[in-house]
């Protein structure tokens, strides 16, 4: 069959995020002038000059170095005849997926291939423990959501529980509160100190058992031991090079190793050992005053985009460590990435300070063959920069208490680095996404050493200028020092289980290539980049070096400035914003993408082909209700599990006037929530 697949009828390429998210998710991120005005060795302005004195170039930066990367590329062009390989098989293991992709719509439902059912995991407000109230939209309380599930889940993580058959821990983040959606009576100017509290404990992170059912996908919360509730006042401890620094010390804690609270937790990760990452984002939205500190502390609070004057939540009227006139070190105590072990309900938290400081999307941990650890990490900012950590110790196997309290070191000493890339054709990249060559868009990278961080906890600064805890604590001020490359807002990487490719999710930039602004690079290579880009890496992982390519340029596939690995663009789901990654167990990519922007239509998930004729093959898999996002993709044999975050958001809706009714209907407050999905009767997912 060569059925196209349906497109989106409208193109207006206006964000299709509402106002309200912008304001309450990212603290109006894009709206505010980049924070990344610093005049690095940046290959993109290199190429850029050189571009203008055409010739001087191909000498020089235009080393063309043969890359792996791009050979899988030639070997995988248009699968002309239109037969889809989904669902076949190749040495006994399955290749592509085979489901009718859902349509583009704006339904108030979650939308599934046919085939296929869902059901509500947990959603906010429901309690996780037995003596935990029920969710009641007009009661809600601190003491409440202290107990209940927080609001606006992004990562999850489901974990096996060893020894109970088909039990998990389901692990979720709260990045951020939309107060006027959520409370009736909210007062933007002047909250009140109990919608504060309530805001404040619906941050953080929930732990909460659930069962399996034999034969569906369907899961069941339990009220189980290991159920627990961080939140933006609980105890963390602080590891690494800043661990007790001048930097991070505060009235409330002079020793800089204990901050309360987590906030803005977006994406995340799994570690072997069996704890759960975090990435801490847009926190500088929290804090009040960033224009009432001292001259020095001003440009470090720029870079990191901290509002001046009031903040949006108004949390400093209640607590005057978010005022930085009054507490400026607070500011400096977020922007990690955290280690949540949820086996240990009485563990206190950590961030791991080793990893630097910046609006972390996530942190994803790739094993190394002789157990190094290496953790990437995306600062999603535009022209801001991709990481990576690699550890000195090697992870321990085994689940006992000695080798957990090792593994939990393993994030406190070794190298940071931040990646710069060089493109094979810097020559033919134009600003339109047209392809340089039949090996689409590749190059070479280099992974550019920061800080290192000793296991005797002594650091060492590889960035003139810059102390080892200076680095730790102002990452994105040192990586400007050394070069690095301008991205396109990093979001979520994934390794492949399969290949050990690291795959990078670059969510957009509409100010690449505006006057005044970095231009394109090959790797960011669309000037207005509205619909983002994923790039695959083959990484030496421990290594320093690394080839790369770009996957797909996203946008709707009817126009010419959209690329999908070479794969017929009449037969792919249009796609923008990707944002989490994810795969399954067989190497297909599954991408959760943030709005909509390239149509009329709500967000959702795709699967993405990587091996053989398909490659490139894109389809949709569902859409979540009118005005939400599609977050924290787990893709099982069995069963999808996806977060459905700020349904409803939009910018004329409040909790007394609703624009959404999802997941109880009637007249009720629409509620984040996970949810499963799983084929009917059992069976593979994508099959
Ligand atoms: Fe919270 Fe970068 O998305
Ligand atoms: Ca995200």
């Not at 409440?144 to 979720?172: M, R």
């Amino acid at each position: 069959m060569n059925v196209p697949l349906p497109l989106f009828v409208k193109r207006d390429g206006q964000p299709k995020r509402s106002a309200i998210t912008c304001q309450y998710k990212c603290g109006n991120a894009c709206f505010h002038e980049v924070p990344n005005t610093s005049r690095n060795e940046y290959f993109g302005d290199i190429v850029r000059a050189a571009l203008s004195r055409r010739g001087m170039l191909k000498g020089s930066a235009g080393v063309v170095v043969a890359i792996g990367a791009a050979g899988v590329l030639a070997s995988c062009g248009t699968d002309s005849t239109g037969e889809q390989a989904g669902g076949s098989l190749v040495d006994g293991v399955p290749v592509g997926t085979n489901f009718t992709p859902v349509a583009p719509n704006s339904d108030d439902a979650l939308v599934v291939p046919e085939g296929y059912e869902t059901a509500i995991v947990i959603r906010w407000g429901d309690p996780l423990f037995a003596d935990a109230p029920s969710f009641d939209p007009d009661k809600q309380s601190a003491a409440s959501q202290a107990v209940q599930f927080g609001f606006n889940n992004d990562f999850a993580a489901l974990l096996p529980i060893e020894g109970q058959a088909n039990s998990y821990l389901l692990v979720v983040n709260h990045e951020y509160t939309t107060e006027p959606q959520m409370f009736k009576g909210y007062n933007k100017e002047n909250p009140s100190l109990e919608h504060y509290q309530t805001a404040i404990a619906a941050h953080g992170l929930s732990v909460v058992q659930v069962q399996g059912e034999s034969g569906t996908g369907k899961l069941t919360t339990e009220f189980g031991k290991y159920n627990r509730r961080i939140t933006g006042t609980t105890e963390f401890l602080v590891t690494g090079p800043a661990a007790g620094s001048a930097l991070l010390k505060t009235n409330a804690d002079p020793t800089g190793t204990k901050v309360l609270g987590t906030l803005n937790n977006c994406s995340g990760g799994v570690t072997p050992w069996g704890t759960v990452l975090s990435g801490e984002e847009n926190i500088n939205q929290y804090f009040a005053n960033a224009d009432k500190v001292d001259e020095s502390a001003k440009g470090r609070l720029q870079r990191y985009g901290f509002p001046t004057g009031a903040s949006e939540r108004k949390w400093e009227l209640y607590e005057p460590r978010f005022d930085l006139e009054k507490e400026p070190n607070e500011a400096n105590r977020f922007g990690w990435v955290v280690e949540v072990d949820p086996w240990d309900a009485s563990a206190p938290p950590i961030k791991h300070t080793a990893l630097g400081r910046f609006k972390h999307e996530a942190a994803t941990i790739h094993v190394a063959a002789d157990g190094t650890v290496v953790a990437y990490m995306g600062d999603d900012e535009r022209f801001d920069y991709m990481y990576k950590f690699v550890s000195s110790r090697k992870i321990q196997s085994g689940t006992g208490q000695a080798s957990m309290r090792h593994n939990l070191t393993i994030l406190d000493a070794g190298t940071l680095y931040v990646a710069k890339f060089t493109g094979d054709h810097p020559d033919k990249i134009d600003g339109t996404g047209a392809v340089p060559s039949d090996q689409g868009f590749t190059g070479t990278g280099q992974w550019i050493p920061l800080l290192v961080t000793a296991e005797d906890g002594k650091a060492t600064s590889r960035v003139d200028g810059f102390t080892a805890e200076e680095v730790a604590v102002f990452t994105r001020l040192a990586a400007d020092k050394v070069g690095a490359t301008k991205m396109d807002r990093p979001e979520d990487f994934e390794a492949s289980p399969k290949s050990g490719k690291v795959y990078v999710a670059l969510t957009y930039n509409e100010q690449r290539g505006k006057a005044g602004k970095p231009g394109v690079d090959e790797a960011n290579p669309r000037n207005i980049n509205k619909f983002g880009q994923v790039l695959e890496i083959d990484d030496e992982h421990a290594g320093v070096k690394f080839t790369w390519n770009v996957l797909m340029l996203c946008g709707d596939p009817k126009t010419a400035d959209t690329y999908f690995a070479g794969f017929d663009k009449t037969k792919v789901s249009p796609i923008a914003a990707p944002d989490n990654l994810a795969f399954d167990g067989y190497g297909n990519l599954w991408i959760s993408t943030d709005s909509s922007r390239a149509a009329d239509s709500n967000d959702g998930l795709f699967s993405v082909v990587l091996d053989g004729p398909n490659r490139g093959e894109t389809k949709q898999f569902l859409t979540v209700p009118f005005g939400g996002e599609t977050c924290g993709p787990i893709i099982s044999e069995q069963r999808v599990t996806v977060c459905v975050q700020h349904p409803g958001e939009r910018d004329d809706a409040t909790a007394e006037k609703p624009a959404s009714h999802w997941p109880d209907g009637g007249d009720s407050l629409p509620r984040p929530a996970v949810v499963s999905v799983w084929k009917k009767g059992g069976g593979r997912i994508g099959t």
